[in-house]
């Protein structure tokens, strides 16, 4: 909160040797941020300062709309292109809000994005990347993350909205994550290290939209993807030898990722017994992970506010660092308590 400027953006990049902040700016962390605000709104014992900073993120998001024939869609800075992930990701924070507050102000809001994203949706259950304004049609090529918050969102358009179809676009996402994407995308070690998959897989399985046999099967394969990244993580060791052997040290925003997905996936082995057997390592590693990332969080008495409480690698903290990172110890916090459920 300490990071968001005027107009309700949020400083992207800081860097704490120069003590300069970056003028890039990204409309997808935008929006995952928010999110994560109205996630602590509804979490932290109805966090005031949070709510007002998301709704403040959320005014921003607001004026950077692009409205069509019934269909709303977050657009970038420049307001050429308006990405999948951005609007699915606006929607999963609209979603938060809604059950924080149980204000449903934005509802109509909710279906407009959730009607964009359907249109970018392929007959194969795959998506485009964005919408080009300009020439009025849909952006072609792929993402590799997209397509999991869009599962994610739709669900979460499901729960909210029930009997208006949402679950069809969804179980459409979730079988082409499944069956599909690792090899359209040409993940060179599948499964793709997904945590918005996950998140959506566990949403599901939460609305009663019970997975497929294929679905569990790659669920199963995420829950070991993200346990042997946290496992090679708890014995990296605070020197070189260990930064060679295993690469230089995540970000906070990528333990964070790990750390979510954990957490998603946990939930959603308490759910479906095809997964029980790996409740126990689920929780373990997520407690593994969860410490590990506080460990690296920024407590100096001396930081400023920009500094504290922050996620640094080599001096530098990007705002997706917080968001990742404060959602992962949130879904932990709710593992640890042992509440499979994500409302407030």
């Given at each position: 909160m300490r990071a968001q400027r005027d107009d309700g953006a949020y400083v992207y990049e800081y860097d704490s040797r120069t003590k300069t902040e970056s003028p890039l700016y990204n409309e997808v962390r935008h929006a995952g941020v928010t999110l994560?605000?109205?996630?602590?709104?509804?979490?932290?014992?109805?966090?005031?300062?949070?709510?007002?900073?998301?709704?403040?993120?959320?005014?921003?998001?607001?004026?950077?709309?692009?409205?069509?024939?019934?269909?709303?869609?977050?657009?970038?800075?420049a307001g050429e292109?308006?990405?999948?992930?951005?609007?699915?990701?606006?929607?999963?924070?609209?979603?938060?809000?809604?059950?924080?507050?149980?204000?449903?102000?934005?509802?109509?809001?909710?279906r407009e994005l959730g009607a964009f994203m359907v249109g970018l949706q392929r007959p194969d259950g795959r998506f485009y990347v964005a919408y080009d304004p300009s020439a009025g049609q849909p952006v072609e090529g792929t993402s590799r993350y997209y397509p999991g918050e869009a599962l994610w969102a739709l669900t979460?358009?499901?729960?909210?909205?029930?009997?208006?179809?949402?679950?069809?676009?969804?179980r459409a996402a979730a079988d082409s994550l499944a069956t599909r994407r690792d090899e359209i995308e040409d993940v060179p070690f599948p499964p793709l290290a997904d945590q918005w998959t996950?998140?959506?897989?566990?949403?599901?399985?939460?609305?009663?939209?019970?997975?497929?046999?294929?679905?569990?099967?790659?669920?199963?394969?995420?829950a070991r993807r993200f346990g042997f990244l946290v496992r090679s993580e708890s014995g990296r060791g605070d020197n070189r030898l260990g930064d060679a052997i295993r690469g230089p040290a995540p970000r906070g925003a990528g333990l964070g990722t790990w750390i979510e997905a954990l957490a998603g996936l946990w939930r959603l082995a308490e759910t479906d017994e095809r997964l029980a057997d790996l409740r126990g390592p689920i929780y373990e590693r997520l407690a593994c992970g969860a410490g590990i990332?506080?460990?690296?969080?920024?407590?100096?008495?001396?930081a400023t506010a920009?500094?504290?409480?922050?996620?640094?690698?080599?001096?530098?903290?990007?705002?997706?660092d917080q968001q990742h990172a404060f959602s992962a110890m949130l879904y932990t916090a709710d593992a640890l308590e042992g509440r499979t459920k994500r409302e407030p």
């Open positions: 994560t605000l109205f996630q602590a709104a509804g979490r932290l014992d109805a966090d005031v300062p949070a709510l007002a900073a998301g709704d403040h993120g959320l005014d921003w998001m607001i004026a950077h709309l692009l409205r069509r024939d019934g269909r709303a869609a977050l657009l970038n800075p292109q308006a990405s999948l992930g951005a609007s699915a990701l606006m929607t999963v924070g609209l979603a938060e809000r809604r059950l924080a507050t149980g204000d449903r102000r934005h509802d109509s809001l909710m979460l358009l499901y729960r909210a909205f029930p009997g208006e179809g949402w679950d069809r676009s969804a996950a998140y959506g897989f566990a949403e599901m399985a939460a609305a009663g939209l019970t997975l497929t046999d294929a679905e569990a099967l790659y669920a199963r394969r995420l990332l506080a460990s690296h969080q920024t407590l100096d008495a001396g920009l500094e504290f409480g922050a996620w640094y690698r080599d001096g530098v903290t990007r705002m997706h």
